[in-house]
């Protein structure tokens, strides 16, 4: 009898630690998702199925207005609520680097025939050690075949975010390979290829950068690389007048 009651005693012990373990669980992917919605997975099948998505519902749009087509930052960045007086498309998706957007572009972004673009991409393709100058190959591509495919469509390009290089950071996300030095060289070669291509450059880089070049720490969230809802104002403060040039000419 007292054998039994023991395990019985160990049996509701086991029960309690995975409640707890759940319970923590939980809480976890809780606050993680609170903060980040559906945009912290950002694995393949993950990112083919939100292309997808986005396919299907450029079936279905009205067209015209503005797509903003971008990785995590764009996906995260609340486009209805900074932009009512404008029809806006968001095609962004987290983790994504610039040849899965060159991939996607006819049927996420041609297919609205939008009125203008605005284009974010880059910076997880140098997190994950494409060379720079491959990330400004494939930017190149994406404006060229929107400018061919969309000769009238005004497009803004921003230049890419700064991130903190010194943080390994508490979630998935990482600065990786991105350095201070790589993202730097990355907007240079950028603003000259927009000079080159006749497209509008943004240079939101030292808007959010500190003087060491890392994002300025108010900006950020703990991962080191996404913006806090309220720095979401300044980039629309710095987009909207130039996006309301091109609707309102």
Not at 77 to 99: C, K, M, Q, W
Not at 132 to 156: A, F, M, Q, Y
């Amino acid at each position: 009898m007292e054998k039994s009651r023991k395990l019985n005693d160990r049996g509701v012990k086991a029960l309690i630690s995975v409640a707890v373990i759940l319970i923590l669980a939980i809480s976890a992917f809780g606050v993680v998702y609170g903060v980040y919605g559906w945009a912290f997975i950002t694995t393949r099948p993950v990112k083919e199925y939100k292309a997808q998505v986005y396919a299907r519902l450029s079936e279905d749009a009205e067209g015209g207005g503005v797509v903003f087509l971008g990785d995590s930052l764009t996906e995260m960045y609340d486009l209805a609520e900074h932009y009512p007086e404008f029809d806006v498309y968001n095609r962004g998706i987290s983790g994504d680097t610039t040849d899965h957007m060159l991939e996607r572009l006819e049927s996420n972004v041609i297919a609205l025939n939008p009125d203008v673009v605005v284009f974010l991409g880059g910076c997880n393709d140098i997190r994950h050690g494409v060379e720079v100058s491959t990330v400004i190959e494939n930017i190149s591509n994406i404006i060229g075949t929107l400018k061919t495919r969309l000769p009238d469509t005004p497009i803004i390009v921003q230049s890419l975010y700064p991130i903190n290089t010194e943080s390994s950071g508490i979630f998935k996300n990482t600065p990786g390979q991105a350095t201070v030095e790589k993202l730097r060289e990355a907007n240079v070669l950028l603003e000259a290829l927009c000079a080159d291509l006749s497209v509008t450059f943004v240079d939101m880089y030292s808007m959010f950068a500190d003087e060491s070049g890392n994002i300025r720490s108010e900006y950020v969230l703990p991962d080191g690389l996404h913006l806090r809802p309220f720095a979401y104002y300044k980039v629309t403060a710095r987009l909207k007048p130039i996006i309301a040039a091109f609707m309102y000419e």
